[in-house]
C-alpha cells in the first residue's frame, strides 16, 4: 500500500447502450432496462474482480445484488452473491467502449429499454456500453509503476509523478466527463494535453478514453497511445505504447481534507519547530497543513502531517507529531462551533494553547484558547454530490439544483473562519427569504463548513440552518440537522 494509506476507490459508473440510455437496476422486481436518460442511483454499478481470476468481473447493483445471465440469455439482477451465472468478461473496444459477455455461456449482453438479453454470439452497436464514472470527480491519482502520486508542478508548468504523499492543492486532479471521454484537470484549472503541455480550453488533444485493466486505470488519448511517467520527474504525458501496461496503469484514491489551524494568537500550528505542536508560525507551508482522516465507524479524525506521521496524546496532555500508526491516542473528535473548532484527545479533555502556543490536551471545557479556526485548503474547485445528484445551477433561475446527473464547478474562498461560494459566473451563493439556495448574489455571504464523516460534509448558512437537497431536487438552506439530505461528497 502506497505512502498516503489508502486504498484505491471502489470503481463506480455507469454504462450507456448505444441509444444514449443508461443501464438501470430498478427495485421493484430486480428487473434491469436501459431506459434511464441520465446517471442517478439506479443507474451506478460497482465492479467487483474475482479473487481467482482478475480477467472475470462481476457488476453489483445499488441494491447489493448482482447481473446475471442464464442459459437462455434471460438477465435478472437478484443475486445476492458471485454465483456461475453472474461472472463476466470485458471486451475492450478501440473506441473506449465495453462489450460484456458472459464467462459461462459465452454470449454478449445488450439491448434496449426493456429488452435486455445477453444472447448474442458477435458484437453489434447493440451489445456495446460507453463508461460513465460516478466517483467523485476529485481525487488523487497513483501511478501503478512508479507508487507515486501525481500532482501539478507549477514552475516546469507539467504534472509530475514523483511525490510520495499527496499534498497540498496541487495533488488534487478534477476528471471532467465531456462526450464519452475524460479530461484531467489541475487545481489552477487548465487541461492535460497528450504532449505533457497544460493549457486552459480542453479540446481534442486533451480528451482521453478510459480503460480497464486488471481493475486499474489507462488512458488512452485521440492517437491510442496511453498517458505514463516519463522520465526523473515523472512528467505525465503520452508515451510510444499502443497497449497499456504495467507503466500506463493508474489507481484514482479518495483526496482526504488537507486544513491548516490558526489559533487565538492568531498563529498557524505547526511542527517546523520539531515534533511538539505549537501554534507559533505566521506563514502557512507544509509544515503548518495536516491531512485529516476521519474514521468511518466513530467518526473520528486523525491529523497527519506531511511526513506521513499522525498527531498523538503523549503524557501529560502533550500532542506530538510522532505515531506511525493510528492509534486510540491519534484520535480526536471534532466539535464545530460556527466559524470555529475545538478538538478533544482521546483522555476526554480540549486542546488549549498555552501561553508559549504550546498545544496542550488540559480542558474540561471550550473558552477562547481551546478554540481555533480551521481553513480546508485543498478544495478551491468545490463539486458537490447529495444522495440524489450534483448540485448544479438551474436552468431557468438563480436556483441550485441538488439532483443532477451533470456537475458545476464552484469556487470555495476562505475568509475568517467561513466561507463564501462563487458560480461560474462569478456571483456568489446566499440563502433568501423563503430559504431557497441563489447564486446571483453581487456580494458574498458566509457559509461554514463542517467536515462530519468521511468524504462527506454539512453546509451552514448564516441563518444557522444546512443547506439540503428538497423532495423536488432545489437545494434549500432550511435544514434543522445533519441529515443523510444535508450530506455533500466534495
Not at 470503481?11 to 442517478?40: D, M
Not at 487548465?190 to 485493466?213: N, W
Request: aromatic share 8%; proline share 2%; hydrophobic share 35%.
Amino acid at each position: 500500500m502506497p505512502a498516503n494509506g489508502n486504498s484505491p476507490l471502489k470503481l463506480q459508473f455507469g454504462l450507456i447502450n448505444h441509444e444514449g440510455r443508461y443501464l438501470t437496476a430498478e427495485a421493484f422486481g430486480f428487473k434491469v432496462n436501459a431506459s434511464a436518460p441520465s446517471l442517478k442511483k439506479k443507474q451506478i454499478w460497482t465492479l467487483e474482480h474475482d479473487s481467482q481470476d482478475s480477467q472475470v468481473v462481476y457488476l453489483r447493483s445499488h441494491l447489493g445484488r448482482y447481473l446475471a445471465s442464464d442459459k437462455d440469455g434471460k438477465v435478472t439482477c437478484e443475486a445476492d452473491g458471485h454465483n456461475s451465472d453472474c461472472r463476466f468478461l470485458i471486451v475492450a473496444q478501440s473506441d473506449g467502449r465495453w462489450a460484456l459477455q458472459s464467462e459461462q455461456y459465452l454470449r454478449f449482453f445488450g439491448g434496449s429499454r426493456d429488452y435486455l438479453s445477453c444472447f448474442a454470439q458477435t458484437i453489434t452497436d447493440a451489445e456495446l456500453w460507453a463508461v460513465h464514472l460516478a466517483l467523485h470527480p476529485q481525487a488523487n491519482l497513483l501511478s501503478v509503476a512508479r507508487k507515486r502520486y501525481a500532482h501539478l508542478a507549477t514552475a516546469d508548468g507539467e504534472i509530475a509523478v514523483d511525490v510520495n504523499i499527496p499534498w497540498g492543492v496541487e495533488a488534487l486532479l478534477t476528471l471532467v466527463y465531456m462526450d464519452g471521454k475524460y479530461c484531467l484537470k489541475t487545481c489552477d484549472s487548465r487541461f492535460l494535453s497528450s504532449d505533457g503541455k497544460l493549457v486552459k480550453e480542453s479540446g481534442r488533444g486533451t480528451a482521453y478514453t478510459l480503460e480497464l485493466k486488471c481493475g486499474k486505470l489507462a488512458f488512452k488519448d485521440c492517437e491510442g497511445r496511453y498517458l505514463s511517467p516519463m522520465g526523473p520527474s515523472g512528467t505525465l504525458r503520452s508515451g510510444r505504447c499502443s497497449k497499456p501496461g504495467k507503466d500506463e496503469l493508474f489507481d484514482l484514491e479518495e483526496s482526504h481534507p488537507q486544513v491548516v489551524l490558526i489559533a487565538a494568537n492568531g498563529r498557524y500550528v505547526s511542527i517546523r519547530q520539531g515534533v511538539s505542536l505549537a501554534a507559533n508560525q505566521e506563514d502557512e507551508t507544509d509544515t503548518e497543513t495536516f491531512q485529516m482522516e476521519i474514521d468511518k465507524e466513530t467518526k473520528k479524525c486523525t491529523f497527519r502531517t506531511s511526513q506521513g506521521n499522525y498527531w498523538a496524546l503523549v503524557a501529560h496532555g502533550g500532542i506530538q507529531s510522532t505515531a506511525s500508526e493510528v492509534s486510540a491516542n491519534s484520535m480526536f473528535s471534532v466539535e464545530w462551533l460556527s466559524h470555529k473548532v475545538a478538538l478533544k484527545a482521546s483522555n476526554d479533555k480540549y486542546i488549549c494553547i498555552k501561553k508559549n502556543g504550546q498545544l496542550l490536551a488540559v480542558s474540561d471545557s471550550i473558552g477562547e484558547d481551546e478554540q481555533l479556526t480551521l481553513k480546508l485548503i485543498n478544495r478551491p474547485m468545490l463539486i458537490l454530490r447529495g444522495e440524489n445528484g450534483f448540485i448544479c445551477h438551474h436552468k431557468n433561475s438563480n436556483t441550485l439544483d441538488a439532483s443532477r446527473s451533470v456537475y458545476d464547478i464552484f469556487t470555495l474562498q476562505f475568509s475568517n473562519g467561513a466561507y463564501h461560494i462563487k458560480g461560474i459566473d462569478g456571483r456568489f451563493w446566499y440563502v433568501d427569504g423563503a430559504g431557497l439556495v441563489c447564486s446571483d448574489g453581487e456580494a458574498p455571504e458566509d457559509f461554514a463548513l463542517e467536515l462530519l464523516e468521511r468524504g462527506r460534509l454539512a453546509i451552514r448558512g448564516k441563518n444557522g440552518r444546512y443547506l439540503r437537497g428538497d423532495q423536488g431536487g432545489t437545494l434549500k438552506g432550511d435544514g434543522l440537522s445533519r441529515s443523510s439530505s444535508a450530506l455533500w461528497e466534495y
